[in-house]
């Protein structure tokens, strides 16, 4: 049986491992630390309840990314205040997230949302089909 402990320390080598594989860097004021993160990735609205249906997923430009957080650019305003954001490749991990905050910023000439989002809890990956699965 995996515990807890177990489970931490697989998402945090995880997060690690994606940061390193894809080149992250960068510095932050928060108590994580960030780095910049400019791949897609896909992300979808969350009810808090039932996991989005796979159709409702669409892939957006990560920011930055750290153990406690990411940041996404979209061309609107979030829809709802949590998202579930599929990080790495398939199968992907599943992560439940609260949008802290969103402001405003250019990117590549358009003007962009830019939300910052505290990761709330794993999922599991996609394979998984509901949010009990959570391991």
Same mark, same amino acid.
């Given at each position: 049986m995996?515990? =807890?402990? =177990? %489970?931490?320390?697989? +998402?945090?080598e995880m997060v690690y491992s994606l940061l390193h594989q894809q080149g992250g860097t960068g510095d932050d004021r928060r108590g994580s630390r960030r780095h910049d993160f400019g791949f897609m990735q896909l992300i979808a609205p969350y009810d808090g309840r039932r996991l989005p249906g796979e159709q409702q997923f669409a892939p957006f430009p990560l920011h930055?990314? %750290?153990? $406690?957080g990411f940041s996404y650019y979209a061309p609107f305003p979030p829809s709802s205040p949590?998202?579930?954001?599929?990080l790495g490749k398939a199968p992907y991990k599943l992560l439940s997230a609260e949008v802290c905050h969103t402001s405003r910023k250019k990117l590549q000439g358009q003007l962009q949302y830019l939300m $910052?989002?505290? +990761?709330?809890?794993?999922? $599991?990956?996609s394979a998984d089909t509901s949010c009990s699965d959570e391991p």
């Open positions: 995996v515990t =807890q402990a =177990q %489970s931490d320390a697989a +998402f945090y930055d990314l %750290s153990a $406690g949590l998202v579930i954001v599929a $910052g989002c505290r +990761f709330l809890k794993r999922i $599991g990956t």
